[in-house]
């Protein structure tokens, strides 16, 4: 129910698709991208994620809400997918420089990247989209404090990836 | 570590521009309730005369990957039956056999008709998106005995189970090449009338 605008509550008027598709389609390949490493089955996730908008027409209460919906079915989509995948992928540093990013940053990238999922998407979310820690609590349905603590996590793990490597 | 440079760089991720086509091209389209409109001969003769206006060959896009197809002839003769890659998520499972309404449809009035029909049932819960480039589809669902007529330029999203498109081309010449694409693959039909014979070419290999 938390994605079910109260009755009283002044529903806000989504705009259409290609509104939609500017307002979230690079973010949601972002976050597809990130979790299913892989450029076709991103697109896939970010395809279905609108085709579900398409197919359910939720009403949200404004544009924080209409954010979080989509952020938490494409991630819940990718989720899906990455479950029902047999081999699990990796990016190389080519995969990720094929989108013009400096060698430096993308291995950065290639080191958050092969995070655990539930570790990566946090850091994501937080540091690269600007999302409140309150939001992506709603997004991923977790408590504050549990996703303060995958985020904690999370830099630790990142900083091992990093140290291991210089060392 | 995860600094302005890494979000800068991190922002360079971007999708194709095809997505945004495939997105914004989206539409659900609603199924008739006067779906008997297609079984008249008048209404099937204008829609074979528009295929025959409209050229030899019919380009369908499936702008999701299809798990495995069967291609039937409207005589029900197979002509394809082959796995194509299989990704689970986007599964359109193989047509056991040329479903009725289908070929009630198809073959009510042979002379305004076109000579060949290909079909196949898509029996997944996910969404497939079909566009019309050149030709007529049609969309049945034999399940709710509605049809929908799929026309030039509209692309539109099949979901239910029990779907059967059917796609229907002109022979009307002695030789006639018609083109497919299903994913990145591409299948050549060729139907030579003479021997009554259709080569199948699928990405340049003689089937």
Redesign the interface.
């Given at each position: 129910m938390f994605f079910m605008a109260k009755p009283d509550e002044t529903i806000y008027a989504s705009p259409s698709?290609?509104e939609l598709?500017a307002r979230y389609?690079?973010i949601l390949?972002?976050v597809c991208?990130a979790i299913l490493c892989s450029?076709e089955d991103?697109?896939?996730a970010?395809?279905?994620t609108?085709?579900k908008y398409?197919?359910k027409t939720p009403t949200f209460r404004d544009e924080a809400h209409e954010q979080a919906w989509f952020l938490r079915v494409a991630s819940n989509q990718s989720k899906?997918?990455l479950r029902?995948r047999k081999i699990r992928s990796t990016l190389s540093l080519e995969e990720?420089e094929e989108?013009?990013?400096?060698p430096?940053?993308?291995t950065?990238?290639q080191d958050?990247f092969s995070l655990p999922e539930k570790y990566k998407t946090v850091?994501?979310l937080h540091?690269?989209e600007d999302i409140s820690i309150q939001d992506i609590a709603r997004v991923e349905n977790l408590s504050v404090s549990a996703v303060k603590m995958r985020l904690v996590r999370g830099?630790e793990m990142?900083?091992n990836i990093?140290e291991g490597k210089e060392n | 570590m995860l600094d302005e440079k890494v979000k800068q760089a991190y922002r360079k991720i971007t999708p194709s521009s095809e997505l945004e086509q495939r997105i914004c091209g989206m539409q659900i389209v609603k199924k008739p309730k006067t779906a008997t409109l297609l079984y008249s001969k008048s209404v099937l003769a204008l829609a074979a005369s528009v295929l025959l206006l409209l050229g030899s060959f019919t380009t369908v896009s499936y702008l999701k990957q299809l798990s495995s197809v069967h291609i039937l002839l409207s005589d029900g003769t197979a002509l394809l039956q082959e796995e194509m890659r299989l990704i689970p998520d986007h599964s359109v499972s193989a047509l056991a056999a040329m479903p009725r309404m289908a070929s009630e449809t198809l073959e009510e009035d042979a002379n305004s008709l076109p000579d060949v029909s290909f079909s196949f049932e898509i029996s997944s819960d996910k969404a497939v998106s079909l566009a019309v480039e050149e030709g007529t589809l049609f969309i049945v669902n034999e399940s709710e005995g509605e049809t929908e007529r799929v026309e030039v330029g509209q692309r539109l999203v099949c979901r239910d189970k029990g779907m059967t498109v059917c796609w229907s081309l002109p022979t009307s010449a002695q030789n006639r090449t018609y083109r497919m694409t299903i994913g990145t693959e591409e299948i050549l039909l060729t139907y030579n009338a003479q021997t009554d014979e259709y080569t199948m070419i699928r990405n340049g290999t003689d089937r």
């Open positions: 698709c290609e598709y389609g690079k390949f972002r991208y450029k991103a697109e896939d970010v395809q279905e609108f085709y398409l197919i899906d997918m029902r990720i989108f013009e990013v400096a430096e940053q993308a950065v990238l958050l850091l994501i540091y690269l830099r990142l900083k990093t | -």
